[in-house]
């Protein structure tokens, strides 16, 4: 199976800065890349597919890219409201695994 | 709007059998696969299973296979996931999930979820 890598696994920012969180596919998945945000105590949030597509009415300031197994997620200027835990998914086919995921504090 | 809520968790003692359901309001059930994902406590997120539309495709993690069922019934909107031969490890939120797809894909809405315990 398909294993899936974030890095890091936790990190501390101030606001305003820019975030990057990674997720690594042990094989090649395409594109069929999908990040979630969930904050503390709430549901998990979808926040992009396939790699970069922004889901509708999340805050342009997240946005995803792609390069062969690698994907960035990147939160161009951080906001208090952005402290959650994220996570990457692959949906090419089962199983459709998460990475271990990126907890983001302010 | 796309509603999930589920029901059926609970303390179970290990070696028990629970069932869960989720009932679906606010779209085409049929036309979409569904999902169970689940969060032990303090972990990340794990896909446990999917069906497709018509109930005719399953697919399950390694961890459930053999002990898990998922199933729907599209004339109620509803779907489950029975739970069998339960372990400690099997303790988490069990959350649903809406398909984006017929069969595979990512999640677009998530349910609240339900507490399953799996303790004596």
């Known amino acids: 199976d398909i294993q899936m890598t974030q890095s890091p696994s936790s990190l501390s920012a101030s606001v305003g800065d820019r975030v990057t969180i990674t997720c690594r596919a042990s094989q090649g998945i395409s594109n069929y890349l999908a990040w979630y945000q969930q904050k503390p105590g709430k549901v998990p949030n979808l926040l992009l597919y396939?790699?970069?597509s922004l889901q509708s009415g999340v805050p342009s300031r997240f946005s995803g890219s792609a390069s062969g197994t690698d994907f960035t997620l990147t939160i161009s200027s951080l906001q208090p409201e952005d402290v959650a835990t994220y996570y990457c998914q692959k949906y090419d086919i089962a199983p459709w695994t998460f990475g271990q995921g990126t907890k983001v504090e302010v | 709007e796309v509603q999930l809520l589920e029901s059926g968790g609970g303390l179970v003692q290990p070696g028990g059998s629970l069932r869960l359901s989720c009932a679906a309001s606010?779209?085409?059930?049929?036309?979409?696969?569904m999902s169970w994902v689940r969060q032990a406590p303090g972990k990340g997120l794990e896909w446990v299973s999917t069906?497709?539309?018509?109930?005719?495709?399953?697919w399950y993690a390694d961890s459930v296979k053999g002990r898990f069922t998922v199933s729907r019934d599209n004339s109620k909107n509803t779907l489950y996931l029975q739970m069998s031969s339960l372990r400690a490890e099997d303790t988490a939120v069990y959350y649903c999930?809406?398909?984006?797809?017929?069969?595979?894909?990512?999640?677009?809405?998530w349910g609240q979820g339900t507490l399953v315990t799996v303790s004596s």
């Open positions: 069906i497709s539309g018509g109930g005719y495709g399953t």
């Open positions: 396939a790699a970069s």
């Open positions: 999930a809406k398909v984006i797809a017929v069969a595979g894909g990512f999640f677009d809405y």
């Open positions: 606010g779209f085409t059930f049929t036309n979409y696969a």
